[in-house]
């Protein structure tokens, strides 16, 4: 099984911009499909966006299109969300998750293998 471990997280104003990375250990990250996604309190786990194991696709929830970025390096066994022009209703707790579906699925039932999150505030 695979270890995931999420960094980058922290306190931001509205407007800025924050990477998150998600760093593997114990099995090579070319083997699943990456998820990411968050969770603010009160309210459920939202799909944030994906990508394929080669990182040929990616795919991202309306909220974020166009203003988050997912990439991956393999050879560094990390995934990273680039996350630019952030407003306050991004915050929330951010995770990574790591599947063996072969597309990229919106769904966190999908994803078998999961980080312990990071922390995102964005402040107006």
Same mark, same amino acid.
């Given at each position: 099984q695979v270890q995931l471990v999420e960094s980058g997280g922290g306190p931001v104003q509205a407007g800025g911009s924050l990477r998150l990375s998600c760093a +593997? !250990? /114990?099995?090579?990250? !070319? *083997?699943? *499909?990456? /998820?990411?996604?968050?969770? +603010?309190? /009160?309210?459920e786990r939202e799909f944030v966006g994906g990508i394929t194991r080669l990182g040929g696709s990616t795919d991202y929830g309306d909220s974020v299109r166009g203003r988050f970025t997912i990439s991956r390096d393999n050879t560094k066994n990390t995934v990273y969300l680039q996350m630019n022009n952030l407003k306050p209703e991004d915050t929330a707790v951010y995770y990574c998750a790591a599947g063996f579906v072969v597309v990229v699925l919106s769904t966190p039932s999908s994803y078998k293998f999961w980080g312990q999150g990071t922390q995102v505030t964005v402040s107006s």
């Open positions: +593997a !250990s /114990g099995r090579t990250l !070319s *083997t699943y *499909t990456m /998820g990411w996604f968050r969770q +603010a309190p /009160g309210k």
